[in-house]
């Protein structure tokens, strides 16, 4: 027999399904409630892991986050190796001042055109912070 978990259902807690890439916690705690869901259960690595994860096996994450520009890797090369790698979940690259939504996401999508991607700002200078 199991008892309730954590989340209130009954068996183990199931795997992160969410995957943040090179963000620091908080950064992860300024994601609006409509991204991340305040203590939803992620899987934090280094940006640099991205190339360990099979993206194709049973429990793979469904949402990916990262840093849009301030790491060593920026949103086109990581929607690119995600591509690469066969990843099919939603993609989410987030930024402070994001001035042009529609020109980042048209350089996703020529980058990665098969990715489900948006861009969010931290920061609520955009409209899409409130979507």
Sequence with gaps: MTGASANGRDGPEPSPRI????LT?????ALPAHVLEPG??????DIFALGSIDF???GAPELV??????????????AADLQKAGYR????????????????EQ??????PQLSFAAVALDRSTPLYGV
Excluded: F, M, N, W
């Excluded at 939803?40 to 690595?45: A, D, F, G, K, N």
């Design 19 to 22: 995957l943040c890439l090179g």
């Design 25 to 29: 916690e908080g950064a992860l705690k």
């Design 40 to 45: 939803s259960p992620v899987r934090q690595l």
């Design 56 to 58: 194709r096996a049973p």
């Design 65 to 78: 986050i990262s840093p849009l520009a301030d790491a060593p890797l920026d949103a086109v090369e990581i």
């Design 89 to 104: 979940g939603r993609y989410i690259a987030v930024g402070h001042g994001l001035t042009d939504i529609a020109l980042i």
């Design 107 to 112: 350089e996703i999508r020529l980058a990665a």
